[in-house]
């Protein structure tokens, strides 16, 4: 291989890697699962922030920790902003409550996308069967198997 040859490949796999780090706080393991984690300032410890179906809901999860921790001195590092913080959340909160009230905004988070997707899949069912193009593959539900 030669040396340019090289270099192309090494910037598709950099481009590549970049392309998937969309959010800050937010990376996806071997397996497809999104995590998120942020350093508690003033010390070397990190805070687990849980792992999720979707980057959006890992994203919302390091948002409301990095909030909660730093305040709002700098909303750049921010990944959706303005931030909607759930009812309760602050500043001044111990970082086992901080990790609480993230979790439970990334696993909101994914259960609102995962529910549009649901109903999105559903009208798009109700569509096919309607205009008769209806394929037994995709009449498959839970109840088939129960």
Not at 71 to 95: A, E, K, W, Y
Not at 105 to 112: C, E, H, M, V
Not at 115 to 143: A, P
Request: hydrophobic fraction near 35%; charge should be positive.
């Amino acid at each position: 291989m030669s040396a340019s040859s090289d270099e192309c490949i090494h910037s598709q796999i950099v481009a590549a890697v970049a392309s998937e780090r969309k959010y800050k706080g937010v990376r996806r393991r071997k397996w497809g699962k999104w995590v998120s984690e942020i350093r508690v300032p003033g010390t070397p410890d990190r805070l687990w922030l849980g792992s999720y179906a979707t980057p959006e809901a890992a994203a919302v999860a390091h948002d409301v920790a990095f909030y909660c921790l730093r305040g709002n001195s700098s909303p750049q590092n921010l990944n959706f902003h303005p931030l909607q913080l759930p009812p309760g959340v602050g500043m001044g909160l111990s970082p086992r409550s901080v990790q609480r009230a993230a979790s439970d905004a990334g696993l909101a988070t994914d259960a609102r996308l995962i529910d549009s997707v649901v109903l999105h899949r559903s009208s798009w069912q109700l569509q096919t069967e309607s205009s008769g193009t209806s394929d037994r593959f995709f009449n498959i539900s839970v109840e088939d198997y129960l």
